[in-house]
């Protein structure tokens, strides 16, 4: 089989299957978590949020936004910290302290 048959087979199958993967996550919220900031993250979010501060005005929502648009300062946090671990967020409005636990996180708001 010519160099330009397997070029064409193979063009053809990646391009239905380009075709193919659009039509299946159009439409969808998928990303790709590999990193260990986003991973953190995305844990945090998934547990029940305690908010630990006096400000009040927050809504659930507005924070958990807050947080996802955050990053994880690891140089700062004690990941491995039993029985919890504490991770410190920082965003452009606002820095959080997270002790985040098997069934909930509490926030506290630096």
Known sequence: MSFLKRLY???TGFII???F???IFNGKRTSCNYGPSARV?????S?????KSN???IDSTVL????SEGKVIFNKSEPNQKPCGVYYIE???LNFIITNCEAAATVEIK
């Open 55 to 57: 400000v009040e005005s």
């Open 41 to 45: 993250i995305d844990n945090i979010i």
């Open 47 to 51: 547990k029940d949020l305690i908010l």
């Open 91 to 93: 965003t452009d409005s």
């Open 17 to 19: 299957g380009i075709i």
């Open 9 to 11: 087979y193979y063009s």
């Open 21 to 23: 993967l659009f039509f």
């Open 64 to 67: 958990i936004d807050l947080i």
